[in-house]
């Protein structure tokens, strides 16, 4: 298909400005709430780890190194998963990646609950990572694909909260489960929601928007009258006019280099230094704070464990915040007030902690560094979604994602190498400065998103087949339409 050719066919079905008009409605809240899933299992992952680990510590003998490694296994796996899946997730559809990410977060989760052995609980947390880190570059690029340009921070970020709420819901389960049940109780009981929402996720339709980017158009239409006419109630509640202003989605592709490509390299640069800058923190304190409180501040199993319970709830309200400032005040004024503000009870930490620190103390600032990442951590998959075109989007968030692995990795082992080696005080100093630089690089580098529509924002590369167009930073202007 000529690239003429293929505008004047996007122009015809207008995909994403039929999308752009449609308002908030049920249909939005059953999809969402649907996607919502795989933050839930994400979040429960990361933290169901952190509340067995203090009955594996004595149990199977571990060290600091051990304990790291353990926790950075499943995120081994979740980095490979990400820029797999998110690749395959531009290739074969959304839709079809999440089905197949699903499953295997959901058999090896099961598996997990069986390992008798250190080794064999790291093997198969690396393979139930590739079905969980393959599962959450896909989601933000679906859900991003069908919200309105006006409210698609609110929309991201609300759905996205479920990873708050999945912490809560390990926190107090963990803290019934794992001295009554045994650890393995809570590896069966993550997967137990997975296996219930596996058939609700057949009924979940084709991004239009990757569909029309595909030249798909027929399906991509039929896929959305069928959504106008759900929202309308069968034409009973008319939908807004169609905007004239909003850019049609057109056919092309993308490879790897063309994220550190045109206007595209900045975007890029600033969003993978953003997400390791936060993800260091949440991954190499959130995840072993509980161990730490064990075994250095001497708290009891159950101090540890509630510990995260607390944790989470003060996350959430940080989080809810968020979502009503998102799209008034933009990503930026959010991103930076979050970055900066985790970086001052970690120098506290840095300065007075010791082994005989109040508890409440400890908890307190532990619980502060978290909370104000929280609404980073959450809001990062919608900015990095929106910084990239339908043909690269879910590419986009899934290297990005990889980012939030490697810090996964990285952060846990630097702990567990920093304790003996450094000390803790040093290591606490160490996350501050990450986030100085992750908060500096919000203000100086980062693309502000509020409110513009996913077209205008990231125009296509508009390469279909042999044919390509100069990206150049005027088609990056609102308002413009690249030709």
């Given at each position: 298909m000529a690239v003429a050719e293929a505008i004047g066919t996007a122009e015809h079905y207008q995909i994403s400005a039929r999308i752009e008009r449609l308002p908030f409605s049920r249909w939005h809240m059953k999809m969402g709430l649907i996607v919502a899933t795989g933050w839930f299992f994400d979040g429960f992952d990361a933290l169901a780890i952190a509340y067995v680990l203090p009955v594996l510590i004595p149990m199977w003998h571990l060290n600091f190194g051990q304990i790291g490694f353990l926790i950075s296994a499943g995120y081994i796996g979740q980095l490979i998963g990400s820029i797999f899946f998110g690749w395959l997730g531009e290739k074969i559809g959304r839709v079809p990646v999440f089905r197949y990410t699903l499953i295997l977060y959901t058999i090896m989760s099961v598996?997990?609950?069986?390992?008798?052995?250190?080794?064999?609980?790291?093997?198969?947390?690396?393979?139930?990572?590739?079905?969980?880190?393959?599962?959450?570059?896909?989601?933000?690029?679906?859900i991003g694909e069908f919200a309105k340009a006006t409210h698609r921070g609110r929309y991201g970020l609300g759905f996205q909260l479920w990873f708050s709420i999945s912490f809560i819901f390990v926190s107090g389960i963990s803290?019934?489960?794992?001295?009554?049940?045994?650890?393995?109780?809570?590896?069966?009981?993550?997967?137990?929601?997975?296996?219930?929402?596996?058939?609700?996720?057949?009924?979940?339709?084709?991004?239009?928007?990757?569909?029309?980017?595909?030249?798909?158009?027929?399906?991509?239409?039929?896929?959305?009258?069928?959504?106008?006419?759900?929202?309308?109630?069968?034409?009973?509640?008319?939908?807004?006019?169609?905007?004239?202003?909003?850019?049609?989605v057109k056919p092309s592709t993308a490879r790897f280099t063309d994220l550190l490509s045109?206007?595209?390299?900045?975007?890029?640069?600033?969003?993978?230094?953003?997400?390791?800058?936060?993800?260091?923190?949440?991954?190499?304190?959130?995840?072993?704070?509980?161990?730490?409180?064990?075994?250095?501040?001497?708290?009891?199993?159950?101090?540890?464990?509630?510990?995260?319970?607390?944790?989470?709830?003060?996350?959430?309200?940080?989080?809810?915040?968020?979502i009503f400032f998102i799209d008034k005040y933009g990503r930026k004024p959010l991103f930076a007030l979050g970055q900066l503000c985790s970086a001052i009870p970690?120098?506290?930490?840095?300065?007075?902690?010791?082994?005989?620190?109040?508890?409440?103390?400890?908890?307190?600032?532990?619980?502060?560094?978290?909370?104000?990442?929280?609404?980073?951590?959450?809001?990062?998959?919608?900015?990095?979604?929106?910084?990239?075109?339908t043909e690269m989007r879910a590419l986009g968030v899934g290297?990005?994602?990889?980012?939030?692995?490697?810090?996964?990795?990285?952060?846990?082992?630097?702990?567990?190498?920093?304790?003996?080696?450094?000390?803790?005080?040093?290591?606490?100093?160490?996350?501050?400065?990450?986030?100085i630089i992750g908060g500096l690089t919000v203000i100086l580098f980062a693309v502000e998103t509020?409110?513009?529509?996913?077209?205008?924002?990231?125009?296509?590369?508009?390469?279909?087949?042999?044919?390509?167009?100069?990206?150049?930073?005027?088609?990056?202007?609102?308002?413009?339409?690249?030709h």
């Open positions: 598996a997990c609950g069986f390992a008798t052995t250190y080794d064999a609980l790291v093997w198969m947390r690396v393979i139930q990572g590739l079905g969980l880190g393959g599962e959450i570059p896909i989601l933000a690029a679906y803290y019934f489960v794992v001295p009554h049940w045994g650890w393995e109780a809570m590896f069966f009981i993550g997967a137990i929601p997975a296996v219930i929402l596996l058939p609700m996720r057949a009924f979940m339709p084709e991004s239009p928007r990757w569909l029309a980017n595909k030249g798909r158009y027929v399906e991509a239409d039929a896929i959305l009258t069928k959504i106008e006419d759900d929202i309308s109630e069968h034409g009973a509640k008319p939908l807004p006019p169609i905007p004239t202003d909003v850019a049609p045109g206007i595209y390299r900045k975007r890029t640069l600033a969003v993978w230094t953003i997400w390791f800058c936060t993800y260091i923190i949440v991954y190499g304190l959130n995840t072993t704070v509980p161990s730490l409180l064990r075994t250095v501040y001497h708290a009891s199993l159950e101090q540890s464990i509630i510990y995260g319970f607390f944790a989470s709830g003060l996350g959430l309200c940080f989080t809810v915040t968020g970690l120098l506290l930490l840095a300065y007075y902690s010791a082994p005989t620190m109040n508890i409440i103390a400890v908890m307190g600032l532990a619980m502060l560094a978290s909370a104000f990442n929280s609404i980073l951590a959450l809001g990062l998959s919608t900015y990095n979604a929106e910084l990239y075109p290297v990005g994602n990889a980012w939030v692995r490697l810090a996964a990795v990285i952060g846990p082992i630097f702990l567990g190498w920093a304790i003996p080696n450094i000390g803790l005080n040093n290591a606490y100093a160490v996350y501050a400065v990450f986030g509020k409110g513009k529509v996913l077209e205008l924002l990231s125009p296509s590369l508009q390469r279909d087949g042999a044919n390509a167009t100069t990206l150049s930073t005027a088609s990056a202007t609102p308002g413009s339409h690249p």
